[in-house]
């Protein structure tokens, strides 16, 4: 069955980095594309862009480019969100999601990986 | 691009129907019929219950719908049960291989 697994909770300091992973397993890895999605607290989701798996091209939402990286290791069939310079602002969960490879939609959703920034 | 408008809260007793409304532009939800919804409960992640406005995923009961009028989509939840409380998110194509969220409806199930 499909999974996507992602990293635990993270605690990080105002201006560190955090490196979120997302395995995919039960599928072919590089047929569908990995999209990430932000939930900070109370707050609805939002999409913060996605990566093909294919070909590792990245692309962002307007309000997620700079600080936001997206990647792959396809070996282990992994992408991973990376975020720089982290402000307090920052502090959500954060999903990863598989775009389905028959309609526009995110069929399946890794458990979120809730990041604290604070001092 | 802006989110999606969505109420913030909508209820209903036990075997009622509750619609959930979700509006766009004419560049996103007027445009494609790519919106999606997701039900989440608290502390989990969100799950696919329909997509391209009207389809259901294998396993989601038929008591969910989807309907879209100009820039307005809209979810159904008919026969309302209890498990059925939980956060609501709609999603619509944007163009560009852009997706963009409504902020989301809480559903009470009185």
């Known amino acids: 069955q499909v999974q996507l697994v992602q990293s635990g909770s993270e605690l990080k300091k105002p201006g560190a980095s955090v490196k979120i992973s997302c395995k995919a397993s039960?599928?072919?890895?590089?047929?569908?594309?990995i999209n990430w999605m932000r939930q900070a607290p109370g707050q609805g989701l939002e999409w913060m862009g996605w990566?093909?798996?294919?070909?590792?091209?990245?692309m962002y939402a307007q309000d997620f480019t700079g600080r936001f990286v997206f990647s792959l290791d396809t070996s282990v069939s992994t992408s991973y969100l990376q975020i720089s310079s982290l402000k307090a602002e920052d502090s959500a969960v954060y999903f990863c999601?598989?775009?389905?490879?028959?309609?526009?939609?995110?069929?399946?959703w890794g458990q979120g990986a809730l990041v604290t920034v604070s001092s | 691009q802006s989110a999606l408008t969505q109420p913030r809260s909508v209820s209903g007793s036990p075997g009622q129907s509750v619609t959930i409304s979700c509006t766009g532009t004419?560049?996103?939800?007027?445009?494609?019929?790519?919106v999606s919804w997701y039900q989440q409960h608290p502390g989990k992640a969100p799950k696919l219950i329909l997509y391209?406005?009207?389809e259901r995923p294998s396993g989601v009961p038929d008591r969910f719908s989807g309907s879209k009028s100009g820039n307005t989509a809209s979810l159904t939840i008919s026969t309302l049960q209890a498990e059925d409380e939980a956060e609501y998110s709609c999603?619509?194509?944007?163009?560009?291989?852009?997706?963009?969220f409504g902020g989301g409806t809480r559903l009470t199930v009185l």
């Open positions: 999601a598989r775009g389905s490879e028959t309609s526009s939609a995110f069929d399946y």
């Open positions: 039960g599928y072919t890895f590089t047929k569908s594309a």
């Open positions: 990566i093909n798996t294919n070909t590792g091209s990245p």
């Open positions: 004419s560049n996103d939800v007027g445009f494609y019929n790519f």
């Open positions: 391209d406005v009207v």
């Open positions: 999603c619509s194509y944007a163009g560009s291989y852009t997706f963009v």
